[in-house]
């Protein structure tokens, strides 16, 4: 057998599967299908609140108004999170990623970097362009404006895409342990818009604690801020606390698809 | 070269693979034939190590799959002829698993070339025919020019060119020196495909041979007789201690006797003979008489003798 090709020293390592995850997610269509979508809506939603605002007294929030938009990307981001991983599933084409590299932690490392990577980045590009144009709309309407100079606001922008990140790699998470983009999705839509609905109305002293309440009231809000070292009662959680929050919803959700995923048969 | 030694594979209270030990050399077309559910794919999953035997072991060249160091380089597998993302052009399939093993991407037009799919290189898989799905996943198991090569049920689906097409790549394959393992629930294709057999029945192992042997040791070997005077010769055939049984054609199946005595008796007793065949045991009536029963043929008694003549 004459070979056709040499092997090279060594063994695959993880930037091997790094690239090859990246040209997997450049190379189908929902993921700019995901991206697109994120931009469109997200800035028409922008658009329309800042365009609508009515509350402009003491309380008004313009960096908060701005960044509304980005409430779609956490959806988006999410399904763009869950699809990289049960995607594979229903296509059967984990099978091939597992042959390819069989070593699942490495696999796994590499695919949550890509994930959190793209969605960060791609998220923080999202919340600066939201934040001008709905500081572009808000003056064009009469209504007060921050820039990124007022207090709080480019920490507000800046944390908005990590959080997004998160909420994608949160969505990864579900997509591990439920492999299927259907159960995936409905985890995801179900604890970050359908659980704050529900504990509305059961229990009003967790809703601060919810996902989707940290990223509006915590993240993206630079006003009726807890100041730092004091203890608020339903009140939001401060923007340091809300972040490390969702840092741990995404930790344990991740932890528990990691370990199945490694455990489990392919 | 691909080992099996004692895989044992449980889903619940059911026992897939049982205490399954086997080799597959290389240089030869290895058959991995047994009906439909007894353990196949759960073998070849096992080796390729995407399930993890509750017991025992599967080692491609002595090394278990998780632990090669260039899995493509090593191991090429077709497990599933529908594998890929349906919205993935094959090119594009092909250029994330060369990136992960550091294959040179020229390696990608290479092998389409090989498998005749260079012209739809740019389509979306999706919307592939079986056959060129089939195509391309032998394309993805080329990739990293392999010695050893697994196919589960390579020519499901397929119509009789791409049948054709594929046994003779299989063949062209081990001729290279290649480590080539195919699975299949279809004895008549396995004995124009491959050299040695792998047999196995609820996921036990029940021979492990080669093909003319497995023919051979599997059925006795009967003989078609056609001729105008049935009476007398049955009369004198049974006299000779053969079985005769009447066929629905009119002619006679003689078992316990070979041709040539047959026709020294005929220009004994000038009986008259339209037709004398010796009728080689079908390979279907072998395989379906050691799957069915499995109280009868024990995998251990079996496996002794039937393992008597394997080739090299």
Redesign the interface.
Known sequence: MSPAIQSPPGHYRLTHVVKSEVVKMLTVPSTFITFGLTVVAGLLVTALVTHNVMHQGPGFDPTQQALTGLIVAGLTGGVFGGLLITAEYSSGTIRATLAATPKRPVLLAAKIGVTALTTMLFCEVMSFVSFFLGQAILSGRGAPTASLGSPGAIRAVLMTGVFIALLSLMAFGFGLICRSTAGAIAAFAGVVFVLPLVMHAISRSAVPYLPTNILTNSIMATVNQVPPGAISVNGPLSPAVGLSLMVLYAAVTLAVGSVLFVKRDA | MITAHSLTKRYGTTTAVDNLTFEVLPGLVTGFLGPNGSGKSTTM?MI?????PDSGSALIGGKP??D??????E?G?L??A????????AR?HL???A??????LR?VD?VLDQVGLSSVAGRRVGKFSLGMSQRLGIA?TLL??P?VLLFDEPVNGLDPEGIRWVRHFLRGLAA???TVFVSSHLISEMSQTADRLVVIGRGRLIAETSVTDFARRSGGAAVRLVTPDVAEFTAALIAMGATVGNAADGSLTVDGLRAPPIGDLAARQGLRVHELTPIAASLEDAFMALTQDEVEFRPSTMAGTLAVGEEE
């Open positions: 999953r390729m190590g995407l399930d993890v799959y998780c090669l160091a260039w899995p493509l380089r191991v597998g497990l599933d529908k594998a890929f993302h349906s919205a993935r052009t594009n250029r994330w698993l990136l992960s093993n550091d294959i040179p390696r290479e993805a990293g020019d010695g290279q020196g290649r």
